[in-house]
């Protein structure tokens, strides 16, 4: 399967996107500390139905970095998505997500439903139950404690980059559950990425964006019913998202499909891409 690399400009950020396949568009968000790259087991069997597009997020590998936190708030995040869809031709896309990705999905999905055809998220809970859980879930804000750990200046980098970045070679091998799917030949294409100058700390200013006042005033206007048809693929053995979170979804998603894969962790589309990808067709096609 042949990836076209292409470089669009929107919403003031060039971004670099990896192309496949021809008909509808689907898009490919990915998640931190990731690149297009953590969807290479999808794009191959997607792009037989959709023209897949796996962007680069604004401040990641190849696009654009802005340098400020403001830079990177919800509002720009949802324009991205908006414009890129536009910048290949369609009005409407389907959008998948994960991680952060997922986090702009959904906010894609809720703000702009004109824009979003169908919509899957994996391993990102919707942005109004993890609201609720990071003030009423003592298990779960212990393990969201590298959020509130990012909003430091500089140190979340020095310690991110330390031993050739071992913290992120933990991060992938220490929550997979398939730990040989992250071979060193995997980990030094995420290594690379993030090495690149001003990636590391492009990714980390999501999480200091997220509590900036742009952000919160978006999830005060937004309606946070996703009318929709949405799937939910959920790697059981997630180490960050505890399972919990998804309960209630159906309160604000009434076309609900939900996927839980036992043996996947929070990377689940690299570890058991076979199941995520059945799903994910069964799903669209």
Excluded at 149 to 154: E, G, L, R
Aim: hydrophobic content about 45%.
């Amino acid at each position: 399967m042949h990836i076209d690399h292409q470089w669009h400009t929107v919403n003031g950020v060039r971004l670099h996107c990896a192309v496949a396949g021809s008909g509808p568009l689907l898009l490919l968000l990915h998640g931190f500390p990731e690149f297009w790259y953590s969807w290479r087991h999808q794009i191959p069997v997607l792009a037989e139905h959709f023209t897949v597009v796996a962007p680069d997020l604004r401040g990641y590998n190849d696009s654009d970095k802005p340098a400020r936190i403001s830079d990177y708030t919800t509002p720009l995040l949802v324009e991205d998505v908006v414009q890129l869809i536009r910048s290949f031709g369609y009005e409407r896309a389907i959008v998948a997500g994960h991680d952060w990705g997922g986090v702009v999905a959904w906010s894609t999905a809720l703000a702009r439903p004109d824009v979003v055809e169908k919509l899957i998220v994996l391993n990102i809970p919707h942005p109004r139950l993890f609201t609720q859980h990071l003030l009423t879930n003592p298990r779960q804000r212990l393990r969201s404690w590298y959020i509130l750990a990012f909003q430091v200046p500089w140190l979340p980098e020095m310690v991110l980059r330390a031993n050739n970045y071992q913290a992120i070679e933990e991060a992938f091998r220490g929550m997979a559950v398939h730990k040989e799917v992250f071979s060193d030949e995997v980990i030094a294409e995420y290594k690379r990425a993030l090495d690149k100058p001003g990636a590391l700390t492009g990714a980390i200013n999501y999480y200091r964006a997220s509590t900036r006042l742009a952000s919160g005033r978006f999830w005060l206007d937004v309606d946070p019913v996703a009318k929709m048809p949405v799937m939910l693929i959920w790697g059981e053995q997630d180490t960050a998202l505890g399972k919990e979170l998804n309960q209630g979804l159906e309160r604000y998603v009434p076309n609900l499909t939900k996927r839980f894969i036992p043996d996947a962790s929070h990377w689940v589309q690299q570890d058991r891409p076979d199941l995520v990808n059945q799903c994910m067709l069964s799903f669209l096609v």
